[in-house]
């Protein structure tokens, strides 16, 4: 199967920076898709920003312009580089991959999520 393990959050002050990694390992055979999204207390999870294998970025309205997802594949690695950050984007953020493992198909996995609290 397929772990993520992530890294990078914490606490940062309005206007501030974090980037967000999410490893991913095990028995992969292949990965698309890869992406993050977020859950704030009380709230439904919500897509922050994808990037397929080879494919376009898609964000979230509330993030573009401050958020830049991207990936080394070579690492199996996706990052969240987020720049001028509201205290509205404090969230448990989870990073996924659409992988497959040898002998299964393709599945959804999914990071522990990691605390982003923006606030002064």
């Known amino acids: 199967q397929v772990q993520l393990v992530e890294s990078g959050g914490g606490l940062v002050r309005p206007g501030g920076s974090l980037t967000l990694s999410c490893a991913a390992s095990g028995s992969i055979f292949s990965i698309n898709d890869m992406g993050w999204y977020r859950q704030a207390p009380g709230k439904q999870r919500d897509l922050v920003a994808t990037?397929?294998?080879?494919?376009?970025?898609n964000y979230a309205d509330s993030v573009k312009g401050r958020f830049t997802i991207s990936r080394d594949n070579a690492k199996n690695t996706v990052y969240l580089q987020m720049n001028s950050l509201k205290p509205e984007d404090t969230a448990v953020y989870y990073c996924y991959t659409d992988a497959q493992s040898f002998g299964f198909e393709v599945k959804r996995y999914w990071g522990q999520g990691t605390q982003v609290t923006v606030s002064s």
């Open positions: 990037l397929p294998s080879g494919g376009r970025t």
